[in-house]
């Protein structure tokens, strides 16, 4: 009886690449595996077929001689059929199969670990002031958490008792059996796949070996911090069950607005009101900082969409030496209302002053050279 072309098998060009090739075959043994396909012998030919064209043609030495020769080339030295040993890395291949079909390994693939685990990790998001991230803190967490049963020191046994070892799978955690071509394991049932079993549970834990209590920390934020950034705190996760150890604490920063500056980086804005005086004429103005209050010079000129920077008066920089600028957006401060000599004042400024552009003409420029609030007022009638 002649075989079927092993690319015809697989569904692949004569060029497929090794990813394509592992991808086609998983998709067949995912679509024609005998646990989805009991008691259906096509499905199991037909699986049967796709792993021993796979284990021909991931191979390169007999990819080679197949191309070379086709079937003769690699026939004898092995029986025809599924050869486990031409997998490079079998559990890749069948990624999350044994999870799929609820088996637990293949081939002893992606075996479950037996006995004490390590717990889980946890996360806390902690807010924190501007103030705060700018000087460093130190904040005191509360964190529920799994730990340790003090009745039973973390056995899961009430005193005076012990884990015995499981009798059905005899501390392997597995039980094998063939199905097919296949050895198929499984989870023990009987101890859940922890080998062992508890004849007498601790009545304080369960059996469990933990028990849910509240953990008071004291963490350390550094100076300089932004959101997003975490603190780990090793080992101060839930304890894993039956004794494991415990995982890590991941404590994720939250920075809060701030009613005066935003915050770029390791850079603070904020935004000033400046009299139209001291932008014209130059001056000096008071500035806040997070450290109090500092002088900032205006250079005369200074245009009320101007930018003036503050050296070194930004946030440390939290990886490294030395800190952010601080950066002042500069706003003209325009009076609500003026009294009559104040108006006098501006309207006589307003005529001396060299009148700008308003409306430009056909060439670019501005052709009406009255004064400003004469043509504000021919706008607004």
Same mark, same amino acid.
């Given at each position: 009886m002649s075989k079927r072309d092993y690319y015809e098998v697989l569904g692949v060009s004569?060029?497929? &690449?090794?990813?394509?090739?592992?991808s086609a075959y998983r998709k067949l043994a995912l679509k024609y595996h005998p646990d989805r396909n009991p008691d259906d012998r096509t499905a199991e030919e037909r699986f049967k077929q796709a792993a021993e064209a796979y284990g021909v043609l991931a191979d390169p030495d007999k990819r080679a001689r197949y191309d070379k020769f086709g079937h003769a080339g690699v026939a004898g030295g092995s029986s025809p059929g599924f050869d486990p040993s031409t997998f490079r890395d079998?559990?890749?291949?069948?990624?999350?199969?044994?999870?799929?079909?609820?088996?637990?390994?293949?081939?002893?693939a992606g075996r479950q670990g037996r006995g004490p685990r390590r717990g889980a990790n946890l996360r806390y998001d902690l807010p924190i002031s501007l103030d705060d991230a700018a000087a460093g803190t130190e904040a005191t967490l509360q964190v529920p958490r799994e730990e340790? /049963?003090?009745? /039973?020191? &973390?056995?899961?046994a009430s005193p005076g008792s012990s884990r015995e070892t499981c009798p059905q799978c005899h501390g392997r955690g597995q039980v094998r059996y063939q199905q097919g071509f296949l050895t198929v394991a499984r989870p023990c049932s009987a101890c859940r796949g922890a080998g062992t079993f508890i004849r007498k549970p601790c009545n304080a834990c369960r059996g469990d070996g933990r028990v849910s209590r509240e953990r008071k920390l004291k963490v350390k934020v550094p100076a300089g911090i932004d959101t997003g950034q975490q603190l780990r705190l090793q080992g101060e996760g839930e304890h894993g069950p039956h004794g494991g150890g415990p995982g890590d604490l991941y404590v994720v920063i939250h920075v809060q607005d701030?009613?005066?500056f935003r915050r770029e980086g390791s850079d603070l804005l904020c935004a000033i009101p400046v009299s139209y005086p001291t932008?014209?004429?130059?001056?000096?103005?008071?500035?806040?900082?997070?450290?109090?209050?500092?002088?900032?010079h205006v250079p005369k000129g200074t245009q009320g969409d101007a930018r003036l920077r503050l050296r070194g008066k930004g946030l440390r920089h939290v990886a490294g030496r030395g800190h952010g600028d601080l950066y002042i957006d500069v706003k003209v401060a325009v009076p609500t209302s003026v009294s009559q000599e104040q108006k006098a004042l501006i309207e006589d400024l307003d005529r001396i002053m060299p009148q700008r552009s308003f409306e430009p003409n056909e060439h670019g420029d501005d052709?009406?050279?009255?004064?400003f609030f004469s043509r504000v007022k021919d706008i607004f009638g």
């Open positions: 004569r060029d497929v &690449g090794e990813q394509e090739l592992k079998f559990n890749d291949i069948f990624g999350n199969l044994g999870d799929m079909f609820g088996f637990g390994d293949v081939f002893g340790p /049963c003090d009745r /039973c020191s &973390g056995s899961g701030h009613p005066v932008l014209v004429l130059g001056g000096t103005i008071t500035v806040p900082t997070l450290n109090g209050s500092e002088t900032l052709d009406d050279s009255r004064p």
